[in-house]
């Protein structure tokens, strides 16, 4: 089992900055990948940010060039920094992390596991 928990966003006007910081904890040395996902309301969750053991990032398309994540891998965390906000990013953010093991018979299994979530509203 991995625990993830959540720390930073609030309340942000229009073109401000945010930091999201999430640290995992318990079966941590499995764990592939972190990152970010979020839902507005009435909306399905997306993707917005996720890097992996390997530093490769994957980013939204919306939020290329204004957001930015980081890992520190010895502390299990990761960091979404925000800038540039906007109206359309307000939405709750849960932390993400993938763990990878072998099974006999199975081969690699996914196992994904969830913050609490954190809300971030950007006032106009």
């Known amino acids: 089992q991995v625990q993830l928990v959540e720390s930073g966003g609030g309340l942000v006007q229009t073109g401000g900055s945010l930091e999201l910081s999430c640290t995992a904890s318990g079966n941590t040395e499995h764990i592939h990948a972190m990152g970010w996902y979020r839902q507005a309301s009435g909306k399905q969750r997306e993707l917005v940010a996720i890097i992996n053991s390997g530093e490769m990032i994957d980013l939204n398309d919306s939020v290329k060039g204004r957001f930015l994540i980081s890992a520190d891998h010895a502390k299990n965390t990761v960091y979404l920094r925000m800038n540039s906000l906007k109206p359309e990013d307000t939405a709750v953010y849960y932390c993400?992390?993938?763990?990878?093991?072998?099974?006999?018979?199975?081969?690699?299994?996914?196992?994904?596991?969830w913050g609490q979530g954190t809300q971030v509203t950007v006032s106009s």
């Open positions: 993400n992390a993938e763990a990878r093991s072998w099974v006999i018979g199975k081969g690699s299994v996914s196992q994904m596991y």
